[in-house]
DNA sequence: AATGAATGAGACTTCATTCAT
DNA sequence: AATGAATGAAGTCTCATTCAT
């Protein structure tokens, strides 16, 4: 970012360009997108695009980088996360376990689906986008969810490769999810999909290795 | 395909424009390429090249073709895809099946980490190929193999949702070793990843609920 | 037009595009005009150009609307043709019609004389533009002033045909006086064909049938 | 053209090129054909088109004059012309006149409309095409006709301006019929301009100022 | 003579970025 | 600070013509 924002009409520019960048990813795909494309839709010249980003690619960058943190934020605020957080007793045994996976898938699910496909352009075009810090940020979610059920229930023999589960989980369910949706014909319901994921990340979770 | 290369010169010229793309894609990535840079490391014109294929989208379908087939024929050579072909009984129990999953996923390890990442390129840009067949091609023939597995050892009860499991699987399993593949700064070995991988499938395909 | 011209600095470079497409016309003849030629004549870039103009063709479409414009200007100040505007009496007799015939001939002579052959060019080319306009405007203008002449000389049987005639006599005169411009070798004068097209349509206009 | 075909194979080659050029120009309008869709059309290869022809346009140039030809025979064979040739005493009066104007005049329709409209599309474009032969074919013609009925008529005092009276009524008539063929909407008959011109024609060429 | 693969100059158009106002 | 006109490199594709076989 070429300056940082300090005055109220600054931010004001900075975010109408970056929900401009936005509203131009999810109607024109990622790599439809062009300055004067978005510099229009946030009402203002491309000179003043220029003014408070360096390029592009910095666009992007910002509205990945708001995303992430609106993610996080919305991932914070799921039951789970607060009760983990407030260090309540998570539910017990497999059945609390499988619960909580299920409302993270689909809460996933509604995420690729909000916002017009936002998300879902994004996720698909990850390989040339910063994508690193929401992945991370994603991950140390559920690393942190995942940390207290197996505090809780194997403590005695702690997980060793936890981190490379949740890299596999973590990894697996998100692209199954953009890809499922991606389908043009579907041959099978969202639920479907819904349903298998959880079932296998359980498995994987909880499974005799895990031990 | 704009000619039928029936004579001997022309499909050279095709395996060359085909190659020399792929070339291009490992070299500049999906989105870097251009006609000229192709025709020129084919080392032939730009004419050349559109008196064989219709455009520049042509000829990358050509070359996702031919890796399609490429695949399709590497894995039908693999061992236990020879045995299941020749109607061989597959190795009993889960021990059997968790070998040829681990089998599997080091094929596919090979695989992207092969021709300079070039399918690791293309995986990556999925979205925008016309994947499909490629993944139709994998996911019929993971299909072949389970189902080799599941009638023998579940034939009093079918699993009725395999081809759910199927685009799951084969969804989790590539995005993850792409993502892996991609990431810069390794914290786990593929070592860990393989088995990790492998872990989850085995679990989930031979789990509680697939019975 | 991709952009209204409203400020000063626009319409004069829309001018300054459509003038230096004319200066290439006249110069290469109307399929040799480039892009880029256009522009550099014009003394600006090619992305100046289609900043103002969607593609070639509208840059033609705009030079020959100015130019059917102008050519309409220039009929309306004729003497005839103020005269008949102002409700004024036409010369009386066929001597009346035939002068202002002559009249007009002679000036779509200098016309298509005039600006280094442009008119001629346009014209030859006519089936490959929007010449629809100004061949309207044309025959608009002499079915007015034709009108004129024969509400008052022949109202009582008014012609029943006079578009028909129009039609015949300005294709007939334009197309005879750019064929006799475009002849290499002349092998008789301006003026000749001059008097022998009044000649022509005097009679026409006048003759026994009209009656 | 390159050779001379004195062998019969390569008249047919050259016979069948031109009529691939024909036919590719009904097809595709003049500026739409190449010398692939040329050589194609004729079931021949590239290279035999250059071998009979130095260029695209020479190609263009062989297949007018050949139709400038069967124009000339076509007339010739116009009984009017007939007679005139055999020495034939023409109707006199005005009414023969007018009657062979018409005649004519039907002729040019008929021909403009047939082919699929190669004449039409050729004459547009004349002004790109050596089409002189062509004009001085129909203008001598007109000419020997003419010059037969003003020499009966009006022996005692020739027309001295014959000849700009045969360009001006050539091409008034054949650019009217180009015209009024090439508009879309219709707004008068084809039998409507036929008689007007007609009508245009004889009044000229019979008129006061004729003799 | 015939073939048709190969050539490559050149046409059109886009769009990230700059800079004078 | 804001504007938006101007830039021009770069990319895609066409097609007349040549030349090795």
């Keep these: 970012?070429?300056?940082?924002?300090?005055?109220?009409?600054?931010?004001?520019?900075?975010?109408?360009?970056?929900?401009?960048?936005?509203?131009?990813?999810?109607?024109?795909?990622?790599?439809?997108?062009?300055?004067?494309?978005?510099?229009?839709?946030a009402g203002v010249s491309v000179g003043s695009l220029y003014q408070y980003f360096d390029d592009k690619d910095s666009l992007v960058e910002a509205l990945v980088d708001k995303l992430a943190n609106e993610i996080a934020e919305a991932l914070r605020r799921l039951p789970m996360m607060e009760q983990a957080a407030a260090g309540a007793e998570p539910a017990g045994g497999t059945a609390g376990l499988r619960n909580n996976v299920h409302l993270i898938i689909q809460f996933g699910f509604a995420l690729l689906n909000s916002r017009d496909g936002l998300y879902l352009e994004l996720v698909r075009n990850w390989h040339s986008l910063?994508?690193?810090?929401?992945?991370?940020?994603?991950?140390?979610?559920?690393?942190?969810?995942?940390?207290?059920?197996?505090?809780?229930?194997?403590?005695?023999?702690?997980?060793?490769?936890?981190?490379?589960?949740?890299?596999?989980?973590a990894n697996s369910v998100m692209f199954t999810m953009v890809r499922y949706i991606g389908q043009p014909r579907m041959m099978m319901s969202q639920d479907e999909i819904t349903r298998g994921l959880t079932e296998m990340v359980v498995g994987y979770l909880s499974g005799e290795a895990a031990r």
């Design 130 to 169: 910063p994508t690193d810090r929401v992945m991370d940020i994603l991950q140390q979610t559920f690393m942190d969810l995942s940390r207290v059920y197996f505090l809780k229930h194997y403590q005695n023999t702690p997980i060793e490769d936890l981190h490379v589960r949740i890299f596999i989980i």
């Design 1 to 41: 970012m070429r300056k940082k924002p300090k005055q109220k009409r600054s931010r004001q520019m900075v975010d109408a360009l970056i929900e401009a960048t936005a509203k131009c990813v999810t109607e024109l795909g990622l790599d439809g997108i062009t300055t004067h494309h978005i510099a229009e839709t």
